[in-house]
């Protein structure tokens, strides 16, 4: 996904397949298990089987940004707890 299909994708707004989170806590047990329920619930209510979480985004769609978030870590996270596994972008 490009800048403009991101900024196209925020300027919706969330909606069933699409969720604004202003940050994302991975420290403990109880942060990843609720990364992984928001995770579940999203490709759970998606329509087409394409939803997105999009972390650094406030509520309002304003960009705040985050720091320390990597992709291996959050397929790492996702990868032990869902199964079957899903497709990340």
């Not at 298990?33 to 087409?48: M, Q, R, Y």
């Not at 985004?57 to 870590?73: N, P, R």
Request: proline share 2%.
């Amino acid at each position: 996904m490009d800048e403009s299909e991101l900024m196209s994708l925020i300027a919706k707004g969330e909606h069933e397949g699409l969720d604004f989170k202003r940050e994302l806590h991975l420290e403990t047990n109880l942060h990843r298990g609720e990364f992984v329920k928001d995770v579940i619930a999203i490709a759970n209510s998606a329509p087409s089987n394409k939803g997105y979480l999009l972390f650094g985004v406030a509520d309002d769609g304003s960009i705040v940004g985050i720091d320390g978030l990597s992709k291996q870590q959050i397929q790492d996270i996702t990868h032990a707890y869902i199964h079957p596994a899903l497709t990340l972008i």
